[in-house]
Every structure is written in C-alpha cells, then in structure tokens.
C-alpha cells in the first residue's frame, strides 16, 4: 500500500509503498477513505509523543473508511461496513472501559501513536467491537473522517467534561480544528461564544462558526479583562484549545467565580508544566478538568446533531489534498498558518 511515513523525527514525510496491514484478532483493517491532518499528528512527527516506539512511522489517526478485513474475533463487523476509527480506542474490558471511560483506558490504541496511523491506504487497529463507530450512509467519508478526533473532541470538552447550557458564556482560546469546532458546538447548545486568537482569518472563520465576539490576543493588551468585560464578569466555561502556558494561564483567569477551565490543548515539548494562577483557582472555587478525545460509544448524541443539521462539521472543510500534499501540510503546521480543517481525500 502507498503511504507517508517518516524516518527520523521532524525529517521528510514522504509516500512510499509499505507491506499492507494484516486484521488484529479482534480488530480490522479498514480502507482510508478520508483522513484529517491534525496538529496532534505534527507532536508526534515532532517527537514530542512517548507513545511512538520505533522508526520508521505512519502518522495519522483522524479517519473514516471501509472495512477490509476482520480479525476472528471480530462480531460485530463484516467487510463492505462504513465506519469511523476514534483517535482512542480502549480496551473493552478494564474497569475504566466497563464503566464507559474507554478514553482514559490504560491499555488505548491511538493509530499514528500506539502503533501505525491512517496517512495511508490502508490503517489496521484493535478492540473493534469495543470502539468502532458506524458512519451513516447520509454522513460522507471526508465528514465522517471530520469527526473522528478534532470534532468529537470538542464535542466531549463542550456537552460532556463543561456541560454547557445555554444562554452561559464560553471563551475559546485559539481557533484551530478543536477550537472552532467547539465553537460550533456551544453554539448550537445555545451559548454566548468569545473566540480568541492572533489571526484575524481564523477569527473571521470563527465568527462564521457561530461565536458572538472575537478576540485578536495580538491587538488586545490584557486578554483575560477583555473577557470579563464583554461577559459582564468572566464566562462560565473556558477552553484552552491549543495548549501553552500562555493560553491555559488565560483561560482561567478568564473565568467567574465557580467556572470550569478545559484544557484540551496538548502541552508538550517542554511546556507540560506551566506556572498556573492557583490562588485565583482557590479564592473563585474554580474547577480545572482535563479532556481527552471521546469514547466511541458516545458518540450518537454527537451524530444525531450532525444528521440532523444542528452542526455543520463541512463547514470548518477549508482545503481537500492527496497524501502526499498532506504530508507536508502536517510538516508546515508548526508555522501555525493553517485556516480551519484539512482533509486527505486521495490515497
């Protein structure tokens, strides 16, 4: 099979051709039919992510496609069935998986971290009857693909780890894939958006995304007041949807009292440990709360909006490249000049 691997880390990502992969006992091999570029790809071809063992490596793990093959463990799949991979996929039978947490399992397979990811034509994964999502007929691959990491992340952060109601207010700091896509979902839940970024394009997307303010943090002087005034007295929830000490310290002070900070953003290479403003965090009886992508067993509430038309992930669809212009899209995304969502649609 063709697909984009890199040798060394932060080296040349380029398509070669590559044993195709064979099922897992209880997992599939599924045809790539659409497959996002995703900056959590650009941390691992960075090397910022313990989870990438060996070289060479397949990164990518934001996609939808056919099945292939099944592994004879396998029930509830067959060749020939749509369906979406989510970016973790838990084990199925640990406690935390028992209990419905199957994205904080300890045992996860994330495809482009655990093992190899879907910048190809082929991706295979384990725990299918566990985490495999099926992809309506009326859902169309480059959508589903969508969905698989940034949208349902942002889903999860917005109506699972905040519980948004409407008429609250809701900041999002930084206006990439997982932030815009929040923004489109808190809004859809009826709540006041404040979108917050350094590029005016991006801030412009978000406001045809659904936020009701925007916030160009280069342009402002104290970012957190800024908040506070236009949400009379700081947002209820706050999502840090890039991961810096910078944005994660801004969230929170842009918080009330008894507001709730999601950090989604993926601190790393050296910034996983940032001072925090733990004695506003006290004083405000403010909550801190990690989010990690979404079981795929939750995922219908997030479905029925999309079949529906409450939410418009194709919206957020701004640019549609071959595998190998993808490639070099995640190796340009550092540079932070992508606008909104790139999807792979050739292989």
């Known amino acids: 099979m063709r697909a984009a691997l890199f040798h060394e880390f932060q080296g040349s990502i380029d398509v070669d051709n590559v044993p195709d992969p064979s099922p897992p006992a209880d997992g599939v091999v599924m045809k790539v039919m659409a497959n996002g570029v995703c900056r959590s790809d650009w941390h691992a071809w960075m090397g910022h992510d313990d989870d990438i063992k060996s070289l060479p490596h397949v990164p990518g793990h934001e996609c939808a496609g056919i099945i292939e093959a099944v592994g004879p463990d396998v029930r509830n799949w067959k060749p020939g069935m749509r369906a979406i991979i989510p970016v973790v996929s838990g084990c199925g039978h640990c406690g935390y998986c028992l209990d419905g947490q199957h994205q904080v399992c300890p045992d996860q397979y994330q495809p ?173 009886e403010l909550e801190i709360i990690g989010s990690h992508a979404m079981a795929g067993h939750t995922f219908p509430d997030m479905m029925a909006m999309v079949t529906s038309g409450k939410v418009k992930p194709e919206k957020l669809i701004k640019q549609r490249v071959n595998l190998a212009e993808g490639a070099k899209v995640l190796e340009q995304l550092g540079e932070f000049t992508e606008t909104g969502v790139t999807m792979i649609t050739e292989f």
């Not at 930084?174 to 009826?190: D, P, T, W």
């Not at 280069?218 to 000490?245: F, Q, R, Y």
């Not at 009292?257 to 006290?282: A, K, S």
């Open 112 to 284: 482009g971290f655990t093992g190899w990811g879907s910048f190809a034509e082929y991706v295979a994964v384990p725990y299918a009857d566990a985490n495999l999502v099926p992809l309506p007929e009326e859902v169309s691959f480059e959508v589903g693909g969508s969905l698989g990491c940034r949208f349902t992340t942002a889903f999860r952060v917005i109506a699972q780890q905040a519980e948004v109601k409407p008429g609250q207010w809701v900041a999002i700091h930084a206006c990439g894939g997982v932030g815009l896509s929040a923004i489109v979902i808190a809004e859809a839940m009826g709540a006041n958006v404040i979108a917050i970024d350094i590029d005016d394009d991006k801030l412009a997307l978000a406001k045809e995304a659904g936020a009701a303010h925007t916030i160009n943090g280069l342009k402002t002087n104290d970012v957190p007041e800024a908040i506070m005034d236009l949400s009379s007295g700081g947002t209820h929830v706050s999502v840090d949807a890039l991961g810096s000490p910078l944005t994660c310290r801004n969230s929170i002070l842009s918080l009330r009292r008894q507001g709730r900070h999601i950090q989604v953003g993926l601190l790393l290479g050296g910034e996983n440990n940032p001072p925090l403003p733990m004695d506003r965090v006290v004083a405000h």
